[in-house]
Antibody
Framework: QITLKESGPTLVKPTQTLTLTCTFSGFSLSATGVGVGWIRQPPGKALEWLAL???????RYSPSLKNRLTITKDTSENQVVLTMTNLDPVDTATYYCAHRPSISASGKAGFDYWGQGTLVTVSS | DIQMTQSPSTLSASVGDRVAITCRAS??????VAWYQQKPGKAPKLLIYMASSLEDGIPSRFSGSGSGTEFTLTISSLQPDDFATYHCQQWHSWTFGQGTKVEIK
């Protein structure tokens, strides 16, 4: 059974750096085609895709946030870390990580398992 | 960057109604679209992938169609558990639509 869980600070001050960790189980991020993504959702607003890391360490970022984001993986620890710099109150949101299956193996292009999300508030 | 324009933003309907939600992509993306259902305080749930493939465990009243730039999620007979917000996502560069809230009429 695949599970994911986000962890990190709940309150961050403006201009600070946010580090979020996604700890997962039930799959390996070294398996061909597999990826883990980060998505956020400000209160009452739409989902926004942030970043995606693949089994081969290929990394993709939202063009609008690319300069502020870094995504890394620790395959042995089953973790993916997202770092976002220069936080602003508009970055207040629930942050989710999600599993991206191998499309060639499953035919599935979608995030099929999600963490519960973690609310991050940016405020002084 | 590919944009997804989702409509309507809110949809009022009754149990038993047939409802349709549309997403339009800013450029052709083949069948690379997923649809999700989200309830308040919960993570999104994958319903449809590759525009028309039903995720395991999802009731058959949900269906997806379309290709290129126009995509539709249809619920054939709305059930009480279906009142939620629905999101489309394109899988060329992973952007989401703005969401559609399906509420009780």
């Amino acid at each position: 059974q695949i599970t994911l869980k986000e962890s990190g600070p709940t309150l961050v001050k403006p201009t600070q750096t946010l580090t979020l960790t996604c700890t997962f189980s039930g799959f390996s991020l070294s398996a061909t085609g597999v990826g883990v993504g980060w998505i956020r959702q400000p209160p009452g607003k739409a989902l926004e895709w942030l970043a995606l890391i693949f089994w081969d360490d290929d990394k993709r970022y939202s063009p609008s946030l690319k300069n502020r984001l870094t995504i890394t993986k620790d395959t042995s620890e089953n973790q993916v870390v997202l770092t976002m710099t220069n936080l602003d109150p508009v970055d207040t949101a629930t942050y989710y990580c999600a599993h991206r299956p191998s499309i060639s193996a499953s035919g599935k292009a979608g995030f099929d398992y999600w963490g519960q999300g973690t609310l991050v508030t940016v405020s002084s | 960057d590919i944009q997804m324009t989702q409509s309507p933003s809110t949809l009022s309907a009754s149990v038993g109604d047939r409802v349709a939600i549309t997403c339009r992509a800013s450029q052709s993306i083949g069948s690379w679209v997923a649809w999700y259902q989200q309830k308040p305080g919960k993570a999104p749930k994958l319903l449809i992938y590759m525009a028309s493939s039903l995720e395991d465990g999802i009731p058959s009243r949900f269906s997806g169609s379309g290709s290129g730039t126009e995509f539709t999620l249809t619920i054939s007979s709305l059930q009480p558990d279906d009142f939620a917000t629905y999101h489309c996502q394109q899988w060329h560069s992973w952007t989401f639509g703005q969401g559609t809230k399906v509420e009780i009429k």
